[in-house]
């Protein structure tokens, strides 16, 4: 089965406020992405980490690789609307090559 | 550049008969491919790895006799849904991913809702 989980599932913000979602795996992750699905679309990939305690940003998205690799976190600052949607890590096991498992991913909905 | 197309975007049949549904990378070679399956509101739960050339890697619990995955090129993979049941309705997504290193972002076709009646 899956061995990726995520939290929260579900989150509602008014708009300006911040958002993390969390993502944590039982065993070691070789990496990790995430990627974002808007309502009644496909995923869309945001960016991937590999290194342990990596930090990256995206303007106002920061992604974070736990430095044992078994967690990661995006935090979103000052939401928009346009930061509605559902937000989902993916990691890759180590010496699973290939594969990603999805984390059961973070609903977002941002009130004007 | 890197567009997956899916067809056909939804498809209502009757139980008891087969689905195919067709995965293409449109602008690049796929070196892997891979099946998802979501229900509503819930996570992508991984089928099956897809291989050019070679049999798909399906994961615990997925009915290898049930979806026929064929991985007939780098730009070509199917899914078919072989005896349809109405539990066989879902959101079937797939994607691909180019680069043959471990760490190539996966690009994920538009998805095919089923509906099994």
């Known amino acids: 089965g899956q061995q990726v989980m995520q939290i929260p599932q579900y989150q509602h913000v008014q708009e300006g406020e911040d958002f993390t979602t969390y993502c944590n795996s039982s065993t070691t992750l070789s990496n990790i992405q995430w990627y974002k699905q808007r309502p009644g679309g496909h995923p869309v990939f945001l960016i991937q980490?590999?290194?342990?305690?990596e930090v990256k940003k995206q303007k106002r998205l920061t992604f974070q690789f736990g430095e044992a690799k078994k967690n990661s976190s995006l935090h979103i600052t000052a939401t928009q609307t346009t930061d509605v949607g559902t937000y989902f890590c993916?990691?890759?096991?180590?010496?699973?090559?290939?594969?990603?498992?999805f984390g059961s991913g973070t609903k977002l909905n941002v009130k004007p | 550049g890197a567009v997956v197309s899916q067809h056909p975007s939804w498809v209502i049949c009757k139980s008891g008969t087969s689905v195919k549904i067709e995965c293409r990378s449109l602008?690049?070679?796929?070196?892997?491919m891979f099946w998802y399956r979501q229900f509503p509101k819930q996570s992508l739960m991984l089928m099956a790895t897809s291989n050019e050339g070679s049999k798909a890697t399906y994961e615990q619990g997925v009915e290898k006799d049930k979806f026929l995955i064929n991985h007939a090129s780098l730009t070509l993979s199917t899914l078919t849904v072989t005896s349809a049941h109405p539990e066989d309705s879902s959101f079937y997504i797939c994607?691909?991913?180019?680069?043959?290193?471990?760490?190539?972002?996966?690009?994920f076709g538009p998805g095919t809702r089923l509906t099994v009646l």
């Open positions: 994607s691909a991913r180019r680069d043959r290193g471990p760490t190539g972002e996966q690009f």
């Open positions: 602008d690049f070679q796929a070196t892997t």
């Open positions: 993916a990691g890759r096991l180590l010496g699973n090559f290939n594969k990603f498992y």
């Open positions: 980490l590999v290194k342990s305690g």
